[in-house]
Protein backbone atom coordinates (compact mmCIF):
# COMPACT_ATOMS: atom_id res chain seq x y z
CA UNK A 1 0.00 0.00 0.00
CA UNK A 2 1.25 3.37 -1.03
CA UNK A 3 2.23 5.43 1.58
CA UNK A 4 -0.01 8.72 1.95
CA UNK A 5 1.29 12.16 1.78
CA UNK A 6 -0.33 14.74 3.85
CA UNK A 7 -1.14 18.04 1.76
CA UNK A 8 -1.97 19.98 4.99
CA UNK A 9 0.52 22.53 5.97
CA UNK A 10 -1.03 24.28 8.94
CA UNK A 11 1.93 23.76 11.53
CA UNK A 12 1.65 21.67 14.50
CA UNK A 13 0.69 22.97 17.83
CA UNK A 14 3.78 22.14 19.17
CA UNK A 15 5.50 24.55 16.55
CA UNK A 16 3.58 27.05 16.69
CA UNK A 17 4.74 30.58 18.62
CA UNK A 18 1.91 32.93 20.08
CA UNK A 19 2.42 35.91 18.59
CA UNK A 20 1.55 39.23 20.85
CA UNK A 21 -0.26 41.94 19.01
CA UNK A 22 1.62 45.41 18.32
CA UNK A 23 0.54 47.75 20.84
CA UNK A 24 -1.63 51.29 19.22
CA UNK A 25 0.39 54.15 18.74
CA UNK A 26 -2.20 56.22 20.79
CA UNK A 27 -1.46 53.67 23.77
CA UNK A 28 1.84 55.03 24.06
CA UNK A 29 0.83 58.55 25.75
CA UNK A 30 4.78 59.83 26.32
CA UNK A 31 5.40 59.00 22.62
CA UNK A 32 3.89 62.87 21.56
CA UNK A 33 5.01 64.89 24.37
CA UNK A 34 8.35 63.17 23.83
CA UNK A 35 8.72 64.39 20.10
CA UNK A 36 7.26 67.96 21.31
CA UNK A 37 10.09 68.24 23.79
CA UNK A 38 12.62 66.96 21.39
CA UNK A 39 10.92 69.52 19.04
CA UNK A 40 10.73 72.42 21.17
CA UNK A 41 14.42 72.08 22.54
CA UNK A 42 15.89 72.27 18.75
CA UNK A 43 14.01 75.44 17.98
CA UNK A 44 15.43 77.16 21.01
CA UNK A 45 18.75 75.81 20.94
CA UNK A 46 20.01 75.53 17.67
CA UNK A 47 19.22 78.62 15.61
CA UNK A 48 21.88 80.82 17.49
CA UNK A 49 24.44 78.26 15.95
CA UNK A 50 22.90 78.45 12.34
CA UNK A 51 25.20 81.97 11.66
CA UNK A 52 28.41 79.78 12.00
CA UNK A 53 29.25 83.06 14.35
CA UNK A 54 31.23 82.13 17.71
CA UNK A 55 29.69 85.78 18.89
CA UNK A 56 26.09 84.07 18.74
CA UNK A 57 26.84 81.20 20.79
CA UNK A 58 25.31 80.81 24.13
CA UNK A 59 28.20 78.92 25.87
CA UNK A 60 31.64 80.31 26.48
CA UNK A 61 33.96 79.73 23.65
CA UNK A 62 37.73 79.51 24.32
CA UNK A 63 40.35 81.38 22.52
CA UNK A 64 42.45 78.27 22.22
CA UNK A 65 42.48 75.25 20.51
CA UNK A 66 41.25 77.05 17.15
CA UNK A 67 39.57 73.75 16.32
CA UNK A 68 36.87 74.18 19.85
CA UNK A 69 34.05 76.09 17.85
CA UNK A 70 34.15 73.95 14.46
CA UNK A 71 34.08 70.98 17.06
CA UNK A 72 30.59 72.57 19.09
CA UNK A 73 29.19 73.45 15.90
CA UNK A 74 29.99 69.51 14.87
CA UNK A 75 28.62 68.05 18.44
CA UNK A 76 25.70 70.67 18.46
CA UNK A 77 23.93 69.88 14.99
CA UNK A 78 24.93 66.00 15.48
CA UNK A 79 23.06 66.19 18.65
CA UNK A 80 19.82 68.08 17.02
CA UNK A 81 19.90 64.52 14.37
CA UNK A 82 19.99 62.20 16.88
CA UNK A 83 17.13 63.59 19.36
CA UNK A 84 15.08 63.29 16.39
CA UNK A 85 16.31 59.63 15.53
CA UNK A 86 15.55 59.13 19.40
CA UNK A 87 12.40 59.18 18.54
CA UNK A 88 12.34 56.54 16.29
CA UNK A 89 14.09 54.29 18.25
CA UNK A 90 11.85 54.01 21.11
CA UNK A 91 8.63 54.09 19.64
CA UNK A 92 7.55 50.07 20.14
CA UNK A 93 5.23 50.98 17.31
CA UNK A 94 6.98 51.73 14.57
CA UNK A 95 9.79 49.34 15.88
CA UNK A 96 7.10 46.20 15.64
CA UNK A 97 5.26 47.50 12.31
CA UNK A 98 8.36 48.93 10.65
CA UNK A 99 11.07 47.60 11.98
CA UNK A 100 13.16 48.34 9.12
CA UNK A 101 12.97 51.16 9.71
CA UNK A 102 14.03 50.94 13.33
CA UNK A 103 17.26 48.93 12.13
CA UNK A 104 18.36 51.81 9.76
CA UNK A 105 17.28 54.28 12.39
CA UNK A 106 19.77 52.80 14.94
CA UNK A 107 22.27 52.21 12.74
CA UNK A 108 22.05 55.79 11.84
CA UNK A 109 21.80 56.72 15.60
CA UNK A 110 25.54 54.65 16.12
CA UNK A 111 27.40 55.69 13.27
CA UNK A 112 26.55 59.25 12.83
CA UNK A 113 26.55 59.96 15.99
CA UNK A 114 30.07 58.59 17.14
CA UNK A 115 31.86 60.81 14.85
CA UNK A 116 29.26 63.80 15.35
CA UNK A 117 28.52 63.69 18.81
CA UNK A 118 30.24 61.25 20.75
CA UNK A 119 34.39 62.05 20.28
CA UNK A 120 33.92 66.00 19.53
CA UNK A 121 32.47 66.10 22.85
CA UNK A 122 35.26 64.08 24.20
CA UNK A 123 37.81 66.86 22.35
CA UNK A 124 36.44 69.82 23.17
CA UNK A 125 35.62 68.81 27.25
CA UNK A 126 38.83 69.46 28.35
CA UNK A 127 38.44 73.31 27.09
CA UNK A 128 35.20 73.87 28.48
CA UNK A 129 35.14 77.69 29.34
CA UNK A 130 32.47 77.21 32.38
CA UNK A 131 35.54 75.64 34.89
CA UNK A 132 37.02 72.37 36.30
CA UNK A 133 33.42 71.02 37.19
CA UNK A 134 32.17 70.98 33.78
CA UNK A 135 34.90 69.77 31.89
CA UNK A 136 34.99 67.09 33.96
CA UNK A 137 31.32 66.26 34.07
CA UNK A 138 31.49 66.59 30.11
CA UNK A 139 34.14 64.17 29.78
CA UNK A 140 32.83 61.63 31.71
CA UNK A 141 28.86 62.12 29.47
CA UNK A 142 31.34 61.50 26.67
CA UNK A 143 33.12 58.20 27.98
CA UNK A 144 29.78 56.90 28.90
CA UNK A 145 28.08 57.90 25.83
CA UNK A 146 30.57 56.04 23.70
CA UNK A 147 30.98 53.22 25.91
CA UNK A 148 26.69 52.90 25.90
CA UNK A 149 26.22 53.11 22.45
CA UNK A 150 28.95 51.05 21.12
CA UNK A 151 28.05 47.99 23.43
CA UNK A 152 24.50 48.34 22.32
CA UNK A 153 25.85 47.90 19.08
CA UNK A 154 28.34 44.67 20.03
CA UNK A 155 24.84 43.49 21.55
CA UNK A 156 22.40 43.77 18.80
CA UNK A 157 25.61 42.50 16.54
CA UNK A 158 25.16 39.46 18.54
CA UNK A 159 21.59 39.03 18.14
CA UNK A 160 21.61 39.83 22.64
CA UNK A 161 18.67 42.07 21.66
CA UNK A 162 17.85 42.42 25.77
CA UNK A 163 21.11 44.05 26.40
CA UNK A 164 21.11 45.85 23.52
CA UNK A 165 17.95 47.74 24.35
CA UNK A 166 18.98 48.01 27.70
CA UNK A 167 22.48 49.98 26.54
CA UNK A 168 20.57 51.76 24.39
CA UNK A 169 18.21 52.80 26.67
CA UNK A 170 21.29 54.71 28.73
CA UNK A 171 22.43 56.05 25.40
CA UNK A 172 19.22 57.43 24.83
CA UNK A 173 19.15 58.88 28.37
CA UNK A 174 22.40 60.59 27.84
CA UNK A 175 21.35 62.12 25.14
CA UNK A 176 18.15 63.46 26.28
CA UNK A 177 20.58 65.04 29.72
CA UNK A 178 21.19 67.56 27.03
CA UNK A 179 17.73 68.86 26.78
CA UNK A 180 16.86 67.89 29.76
CA UNK A 181 19.10 70.38 31.32
CA UNK A 182 17.44 73.57 29.91
CA UNK A 183 14.50 72.01 32.10
CA UNK A 184 16.35 71.73 35.02
CA UNK A 185 18.37 74.98 34.81
CA UNK A 186 15.36 76.81 35.56
CA UNK A 187 14.16 75.00 38.07
CA UNK A 188 17.12 75.27 40.24
CA UNK A 189 17.50 79.24 39.84
CA UNK A 190 14.32 79.35 40.76
CA UNK A 191 15.02 77.43 44.04
CA UNK A 192 18.33 79.49 44.20
CA UNK A 193 17.05 82.82 43.47
CA UNK A 194 16.41 83.66 47.32
CA UNK A 195 19.96 83.32 47.50
CA UNK A 196 21.04 86.18 44.97
CA UNK A 197 20.97 88.74 47.27
CA UNK A 198 22.35 87.15 50.47
CA UNK A 199 25.11 84.86 48.96
CA UNK A 200 26.36 86.41 45.95
CA UNK A 201 25.32 90.02 46.48
CA UNK A 202 23.17 90.09 43.82
CA UNK A 203 25.81 88.86 41.04
CA UNK A 204 23.35 87.08 38.62
CA UNK A 205 26.14 85.84 36.37
CA UNK A 206 28.18 84.28 39.50
CA UNK A 207 24.57 82.81 40.51
CA UNK A 208 24.59 81.19 36.78
CA UNK A 209 27.73 79.53 36.59
CA UNK A 210 27.24 77.69 39.65
CA UNK A 211 23.54 76.56 39.07
CA UNK A 212 24.79 75.76 35.47
CA UNK A 213 27.43 73.40 36.39
CA UNK A 214 25.14 71.39 38.96
CA UNK A 215 22.30 71.52 36.57
CA UNK A 216 24.69 70.21 33.63
CA UNK A 217 25.93 67.14 35.90
CA UNK A 218 22.44 66.86 37.36
CA UNK A 219 20.82 67.08 34.09
CA UNK A 220 22.31 63.34 32.56
CA UNK A 221 22.99 61.96 36.32
CA UNK A 222 19.05 62.09 37.33
CA UNK A 223 17.72 60.15 33.40
CA UNK A 224 20.61 57.55 33.94
CA UNK A 225 19.80 56.83 37.09
CA UNK A 226 15.66 56.62 36.47
CA UNK A 227 16.55 54.81 33.86
CA UNK A 228 18.49 51.95 35.58
CA UNK A 229 15.56 52.17 38.28
CA UNK A 230 13.35 51.13 35.66
CA UNK A 231 15.45 48.43 34.37
CA UNK A 232 15.96 46.79 37.85
CA UNK A 233 12.33 47.23 39.20
CA UNK A 234 9.28 48.15 36.80
CA UNK A 235 9.94 46.67 33.64
CA UNK A 236 7.78 43.60 33.06
CA UNK A 237 9.67 40.45 33.05
CA UNK A 238 9.86 38.55 29.74
CA UNK A 239 7.84 35.76 28.94
CA UNK A 240 9.51 32.32 28.82
CA UNK A 241 8.50 30.23 25.87
CA UNK A 242 7.30 26.37 26.82
CA UNK A 243 10.24 24.36 25.89
CA UNK A 244 9.28 21.73 23.07
CA UNK A 245 10.24 18.46 22.57
CA UNK A 246 10.44 16.23 19.78
CA UNK A 247 8.12 13.30 18.85
Do not use: C
Amino acid sequence: MAPTISTDTTPSPSRRHPTVPPVPWWRRPWILPLALFSVTFLLYSVPPYLSLDPADSRLPIPESPSWYFPMLLTHIFGGALLTLLVILQVWPWLRTRHPVVHRWSGRMYVWSGIPLVGIPALLIAPFSGTGASSQIGNTVWAVLWLTFTLLGYVMVRRRRFAEHRDWMLRSFALIYGIAFNRVLLIVLMMVMSPRLETVYDGDFDALGLDVGTASGFLSWVVPLLFVEWWLKYHRRPRRRRNPTHAT
